[in-house]
């Protein structure tokens, strides 16, 4: 099992930046990729950025340039710097761990950028 722990939402206005963190516990070195993912009213789960344990990252297309997802393996941490910030980001954001059996999920948080 792990536990994911997701923090720093909040209310940001357009142009401006928010990170994100999700703290590991558990079985974490059964974790081989961490991702976040955001839902917005009305819309599928989406996928925006993920990071493996060797580093590669992958993001939609929609944050390139401006988010950047990054891990701390010493605090067992997932960041997700986001900047220039848009309307179109507003969502709960959750964080997930990949293990070879199953994805885990924190409880999301609430990110709304005000036009």
Not at 30 to 59: C, F, N
């Amino acid at each position: 099992q792990v536990q994911l722990v997701e923090s720093g939402g909040g209310l940001v206005q357009a142009g401006g930046s928010v990170r994100l963190s999700c703290v590991a516990s558990g079985d974490i070195f059964d974790i081989t990729a961490m991702a976040w993912h955001r839902q917005a009213p009305g819309k599928q789960r989406e996928l925006v950025a993920s990071i493996t344990i060797g580093g590669s990252t992958y993001y939609t297309d929609s944050v390139k340039g401006r988010f950047t997802i990054s891990r701390d393996n010493d605090k067992n941490t997932a960041y997700l710097q986001m900047d220039s910030l848009k309307s179109a980001d507003t969502a709960v954001y959750y964080c997930g761990a990949m293990t070879r059996i199953t994805w885990y999920w924190g409880q999301g948080t609430q990110v709304t950028v005000s036009s």
